[in-house]
Every structure is written in C-alpha cells, then in structure tokens.
C-alpha cells in the first residue's frame, strides 16, 4: 500500500502565500513523477504543477511565476510554495506521484486533497 498525507492548505488573502506539503509512504520502490493538480467547484481537476525524477518541472499556465514544485527525494515529499494567491486560485489541490511497488508496474497515487481559499 501507499499513503499519501497532503498539509499545509487554509484560508488566505489575496496576495498572500501558502505552502503545501504532500509526503508519500509504504511500500515504495521508487517514485518517478510528483505533482499537484486542483479541483475548484463545477470545474474539472487540473494541473497546477509538476516535477520528474530528474527535476525537470512543468507548470500550468496560470500558476507560472508565481507557484514553485519542489521535492525531497530523501523524504519521498513533494512541495508546493504558492505566492501571490489569487482569489481564482481557490480550489481542492491534490497531490499525485507515479510510483512502483516491487516487482509492480508504475502507478498513480492520490492524496485526500487539502483545501486552499484565498479571499478578495
């Protein structure tokens, strides 16, 4: 099994910053791709940001500049530094990794999701 534990979500003002944090574990052999998507009401999930293996990192048009992935290899914890919050940034962030268990094919995990409103 593999058990994803989001924090760092709250209530925010509009300009302001938040830091989200999502440590993976269990029985991980290894953890290739690291992200988080949002959700906000009537709206599909989609990608806020991203990071790969080696580091490499892709951002949603919206976020870029202002939002920054980050992960811990050593810790299997990803991050997310979110500055200059915009009220439209409110949502339900998720995080995902693409991770294999021993001698299984690579899989895509979520998190609960942590809740994230900034105020106008």
């Known amino acids: 099994q593999v058990q994803l534990v989001e924090s760092g979500g709250g209530l925010v003002q509009a300009g302001g910053s938040l830091r989200l944090s999502c440590a993976a574990s269990?029985?991980?052999?290894?953890?290739?791709?690291m992200g988080w998507y949002r959700q906000a009401p009537g709206k599909e999930r989609e990608l806020v940001a991203a990071?790969?293996?080696?580091?490499?990192?892709n951002y949603g048009d919206s976020v870029k500049g202002r939002f920054t992935i980050s992960r811990d290899n050593a810790k299997n914890t990803v991050y997310l530094q979110m500055n200059s919050l915009k009220p439209e940034d409110t949502a339900v962030y998720y995080c995902?990794?693409?991770?294999?268990?021993?001698?299984?094919?690579?899989?895509?995990?979520w998190g609960q999701g942590t809740q994230v409103t900034v105020s106008s």
């Open positions: 990071i790969s293996s080696d580091d490499a990192t």
């Open positions: 269990g029985s991980i052999f290894s953890i290739n791709a």
């Open positions: 995902n990794i693409n991770a294999r268990r021993r001698w299984l094919p690579p899989y895509d995990y």
